[in-house]
């Protein structure tokens, strides 16, 4: 394919302009030009590709463009999609921009490579290589840019049922000094008798971790860790056990620190709720907390409805010394006794008693707890009747010091009278109401405090009649003797009158009047 323009024009430098084009070929083959002469400059484009095995292909522009005189680009590949090898130029003027590339698939794995080199930039280079399968390969991987710039790793990872191990190495320099950083770890074995090893490192300075684990019925393992810090250059744990879990043996000994542990030891035997038997025991380096044994024992016979235990503490720590906790239950929950007792250095400290009974609604509970150093300290709740009719009391004594409370109800919900007593020592709140609502409502309620002006508190409400015929009528009695009271009325022939009487000056009384009337058929209403 050719072809070829030609422009005349009365115009003072551009009296014949002229474009020409020439093509052969096809996608895969071909050849071209193109040239373009306007104002007496050219502008020339010529462009080949052959593809294939062999692929290659050129591009070059001529122009009057200031900077890019003479453009020429040629790239040429090597090989098949699987294993090839090429590169890349560009050529403004006298700078040249390179780049070569390679990729090649070999059995189980691939490597690749490029590099770019520029007139502007330091040299780039980066290459890519892997070898092995998902289970058990090594990978390599750097990059580089000029003399100051560079990455290098390597990773490798082997898995062979039931080992595993892996590797990997980085080494960098960003500028300054270069930097190696690895890392290393591996599992031998099954879960049940294996051993593993980890570190980690940055150039000289490195963290190193192993360790061993059992479990054939009983357990046991280690675990080592060694690091280039001061004070913690080797610290580790060590545990075992033995039993199951309601009969066994554990103990644990934990290096924090160099030259510092923490040790414990604990065994447990038990029956469920029937049968406890616990002893623990713990040394430590701290001053404050340098030892503590705990034994506990507990019994339940189901069968008698009777539980005993005891519990003893020995530890140095705030001069604790040896300290001990007694307790039994007999009986069931509506029948129940309960105590408990306390030693510190065989000497008494503490005392607690429980009594619980239960008949049908009426509950009764009482409680003492003496202690050394501190008064008396008891509590006392009864409780007897229904919902509908109830009297609920408590109580409760420290040292000179009572509180009382009372609650009682009787009757049902609309026809009820409440009353209720809150009392500390000499001091005391006194309440007292009714409720009715079978015919109209008609409520009373009244509040008696210790308190200067509110001694005697009170408020009332009465209500008779229906929407349309009623009269309402309320009071509240506040700050001894003081009343505010209200009524309204509403009568059949729409007469409504309003009162209300207050203690506040220029409010002691006030009253309104309304009349009016409805009609429903032409939906009218008057007032006056």
Do not use: C
Not at 80 to 107: C, Q
């Amino acid at each position: 394919m050719e072809g070829s323009l030609i422009v005349k024009t009365p115009f003072s430098g551009f009296e014949s302009n002229k474009l020409a084009m020439r093509h052969q070929g096809d996608m895969g083959d071909f050849s071209s030009h193109a040239e373009i002469n306007v104002a007496e400059k050219s502008v020339v484009a010529d462009a080949s590709f052959n593809g294939g095995y062999t692929t290659t292909g050129t591009f070059t522009l001529t122009s009057p463009i200031p900077g890019m005189e003479t453009v020429k680009f040629n790239m040429k590949k090597k090989g098949r999609a699987k294993n090839f090898k090429g590169d890349v130029t560009l050529t403004v003027n006298d700078d040249k921009i390179d780049a070569d590339y390679n990729h090649k698939f070999t059995k189980g794995g691939f490597k690749s490579g490029f590099k770019l080199t520029t007139p502007y930039t330091e040299n780039l280079k980066l290459s890519l290589e892997h070898n092995g399968q998902p289970e058990r390969f090594t990978n390599e991987m750097s990059a580089s840019y000029g003399r100051k710039y560079d990455v290098d790793s390597v990773v490798s990872f082997d898995y062979n049922h039931p080992d595993v191990s892996g590797h990997s190495t980085l080494k960098y320099k960003l500028g300054g000094r270069r930097q190696v950083a690895r890392m290393h770890f591996s599992k031998n074995g099954a879960l049940r008798d294996m051993s593993f090893s980890g570190s980690a490192g940055l150039n000289d300075d490195e963290i190193n971790v192993s360790g061993a684990w059992k479990n054939y019925g009983s357990m046991e393992g280690n675990v080592k860790i060694n690091t280039p810090f001061d004070g913690f250059k080797t610290t580790g744990m060590t545990f075992s056990h033995d039993g199951q879990l309601n009969d066994f043996r554990s103990s644990m000994d934990v290096m924090y620190m160099d030259d510092k542990s923490i040790n414990g030891k604990i065994s447990l035997t038990t029956n469920g709720l029937k049968r406890i038997h616990l002893d623990s025991e713990i040394s430590t380096p701290f001053k404050k907390f340098p030892s503590a044994n705990l034994i506990f024992n507990h019994n339940y016979d189901e069968y008698r409805n009777m539980l005993n235990g005891d519990a003893a503490l020995t530890t140095p720590t705030a001069g604790f010394g040896s300290g001990s906790l007694t307790y039994t239950k007999t009986g069931s929950w509506d029948n129940l006794d309960v105590s408990t007792n306390a030693k510190r250095n065989g000497k008494q400290v503490g005392n607690f008693k429980l009594s619980h009974t239960m008949a049908g609604h009426d509950v009764h509970s009482n409680v003492e707890l003496e202690a050394s150093d501190y008064p008396a300290f008891t509590v006392s709740f009864d409780h007897m009747g229904d919902l509908s009719n109830f009297n609920t009391k408590a109580s409760s004594n420290f040292g000179n010091d009572n509180v009382f409370g009372e609650f009682s109800k009787n009757g049902p919900m609309d026809d009820l009278t409440v009353s209720a007593t809150a009392r500390y020592n000499s001091d005391s709140v006194e309440m007292s109401g009714s409720w009715n609502s079978q015919r109209g409502i008609d409520g009373n309620l009244e509040i008696k405090t210790p308190f200067e002006d509110f001694n005697d508190i009170g408020a009332s409400i009465s209500h008779t009649g229906d929407a349309s015929d009623f009269s309402t009528s309320a009071k509240v009695e506040f700050m001894d003797n003081k009343v505010i009271s209200g009524k309204l009325d509403l009568s059949s022939n729409g007469r409504l009158v309003s009162e209300i009487s207050t203690p506040f000056k220029g409010f002691e009384y006030t009253k309104m009047e309304a009349n009016g009337a409805y009609d429903s058929y032409s939906k009218d209403m008057n007032a006056k």
